[in-house]
T-cell receptor, first 115, second 113 residues
Framework: AQSVAQPEDQVNVAEGNPLTVKCTYS??????LFWYVQYPNRGLQFLLK??????LVKGSYGFEAEFNKSQTSFHLKKPSALVSDSALYFC?????????????FGSGTRLQVQP | EAGVAQSPRYKIIEKRQSVAFWCNPI?????LYWYQQILGQGPKLLIQ????????DSQLPKDRFSAERLKGVDSTLKIQPAKLEDSAVYLC???????????FGPGTRLTVT
């Protein structure tokens, strides 16, 4: 079975400071990993994905994520937070090797960036 | 480019009634997804189509939910009869193919009373 955990319901950070939103996953095989963002009154939007290759993945709006196989983590990061980054962030995983072709999403982490 | 269209945006029904949602994906997108997002939770996949064939419907409550994607374009999701626990936002998404980035529609907020 595939699963993903986002251990923090909410993350608070001051504008200009670095931010990290945590995600850990569980799969039997190798993972495909994704981050999506949900802004207020807007649909979910794709941020970035990891399939193979470089462990540091760069995505939209200055976000990046680091894949760590030994810790089964895929944390989302940004060097300098903006107030406009305040939103709900979802991590998602698919097990490449089990044949299931659907993503499993985490429960989400609300990011609040204070001015 | 036009995004994923969904209708209606809001729907209120009584339990045991039926309801249908419509989705028009981005032109050329072969893969279409229906998700259920209950307040405070992440989206849960209900059904995934590749063209007009079903790829995954393992979490679809088939005794009351049904979905179709005729001609590999538009899709409808139906609930009959609805239960209180079906109150949620129903999201449609599409992508060029498997593991490609998904584009989400605005969703339909369903309230069952």
């Amino acid at each position: 079975a595939q699963s993903v955990a986002q251990p923090e319901d909410q993350v608070n950070v001051a504008e200009g400071n670095p931010l990290t939103v945590k995600c850990t996953y569980s799969v039997s095989g190798n993972p495909y990993l994704f981050w999506y963002v949900q802004y207020p009154n807007r649909g979910l939007q794709f941020l970035l994905k990891y399939i193979t290759g470089d462990n540091l993945v760069k995505g939209s709006y200055g976000f990046e994520a680091e894949f760590n196989k030994s810790q089964t983590s895929f944390h989302l990061k940004k060097p300098s937070a903006l107030v406009s980054d305040s939103a709900l962030y979802f991590c998602a995983v698919r097990d490449m090797d089990t044949g299931r072709r659907a993503l499993t999403f985490g429960s989400g982490t609300r990011l609040q960036v204070q001015p | 480019e036009a995004g994923v269209a969904q209708s209606p945006r809001y729907k209120i029904i009584e339990k045991r009634q039926s309801v249908a949602f419509w989705c028009n994906p981005i032109s050329g997108h072969a893969t279409l997804y229906w998700y259920q997002q209950i307040l405070g939770q992440g989206p849960k996949l209900l059904i995934q189509f590749q063209n007009n064939g079903v790829v995954d419907d393992s979490q679809l409550p088939k005794d009351r939910f049904s979905a179709e994607r005729l001609k590999g374009v538009d899709s409808t999701l139906k609930i009959q009869p609805a239960k209180l626990e079906d109150s949620a936002v129903y999201l449609c998404a599409s992508s060029l193919g498997l593991d490609q980035k998904q584009y989400f529609g605005p969703g339909t907020r369903l309230t069952v009373t």
